[in-house]
């Protein structure tokens, strides 16, 4: 009795295969990828437009008069006004540069600090061996969940007691103490992706931690020191909240906190030249953020040498 051969389960695969070779299929899976191409890159363009936007008006309304800026809401200005610059630097009680000075002043010790302490906690963490360190690290894992309000009082009553508000040091003191859990995590992580031969080759050639860490972590850390670096100073840069609460005289306040001082609740606000100093305030965060972008990818991307 004869049996009939029934074709194997892959000639619907191989039907496909050949149709997929044929110039039809080669010419159906290029439209395929171009117009998936089209419709990635235009909903980026639309979202980075989207993003971008409030910041295109913000710099066309500081050419506006105050009376015009929300009566057109078009990107450029129908009639320019370019003395909202040079009001708005000179309007307050002092040059709105001496604000700027007094943020790039907490904004230095800030860099400073976590630069220094961060670091040093972060080595600790990694690669020395004490008693509860898992603990201590979980510990200060859980403190990045608290918010700035939690412990802006208790920081406040005890700066108060040492006679410091109204200086920059309960700004900058936290910083020197590795209060920023975020960067002694990040690194943490890039510590434990450092090859652990280095730190015995140095050890056989007669180093201590200090000369370890000083002279093998840290210039292998330098991504993520510039990562902390840049960090810091847009978040400390842009920090308002804290400043509001210890800055309380006018010759040490900074620069968002000069901001403020435009608006006034009971008169007319200065919404031109308010919109003016917002950009020149931009400018150093722009700039920082566009020469040490490299190193902010590298910093997040890596946790150690290749």
């Known amino acids: 009795m004869s049996t009939t051969?029934?074709?194997g389960p892959d000639l619907g695969q191989r039907i496909t295969e050949l149709a997929a070779r044929s110039p039809e299929g080669r010419r159906r899976r290029l439209w395929r990828g171009r117009t998936?191409?089209?419709i990635r890159h235009t909903l980026m363009i639309v979202a980075?437009?989207?993003?971008?936007y409030p910041l295109l008006w913000l710099l066309g309304s500081s050419f506006k008069p105050t009376e015009a800026i929300f009566r057109n809401l078009a990107i450029l200005p129908g009639e320019w006004d370019w003395s909202n610059y040079n009001t708005g630097w000179n309007s307050l009680t002092f040059q709105f540069g001496r604000y700027m000075l007094n943020s790039l002043a907490i904004v230095g010790g800030s860099l400073l600090g976590n630069l220094v302490s961060c670091s040093m906690a972060a080595y600790a963490f990694a690669r020395l061996q004490f008693r509860g360190r898992r603990i201590w690290f979980a510990i200060m894992l859980l403190t990045i969940m608290?918010?700035?309000h939690v412990v802006i009082v208790p920081q406040y009553i005890m700066f108060r007691e040492l006679d410091l508000v109204n200086t920059f040091w309960p700004l900058i003191i936290p910083k020197l103490l590795a209060t920023d859990a975020f960067f002694i995590f990040l690194m943490v992580q890039f510590f434990r992706g450092i090859p652990r031969e280095l730190e015995e080759a140095a050890r056989l050639d007669g180093c201590g931690h200090a000369r370890i860490f000083l002279r093998v972590m840290l210039p292998l850390a330098v991504p993520a020191l510039a990562t902390?670096?840049?960090f810091t100073f847009i978040w400390t840069?842009?920090?308002f909240f804290s400043q509001l609460i210890f800055l309380t005289s006018e010759e040490v306040k900074t620069a968002p906190v000069a901001l403020r001082m435009f608006l006034d609740s009971s008169a007319g606000s200065n919404w031109g030249p308010m919109f003016a100093m917002s950009i020149v305030t931009i400018v150093p965060i722009f700039l920082v953020f566009l020469f040490g972008q490299k190193y902010l990818v590298r910093g997040i991307a890596t946790t150690g040498i290749k």
């Open 237 to 239: 840069w842009n920090d």
């Open 228 to 230: 902390t670096a840049i």
């Open 48 to 52: 980075c437009v989207v993003m971008i």
């Open 5 to 7: 051969t029934l074709p």
């Open 36 to 38: 998936g191409s089209v």
């Open 146 to 148: 608290l918010p700035i």
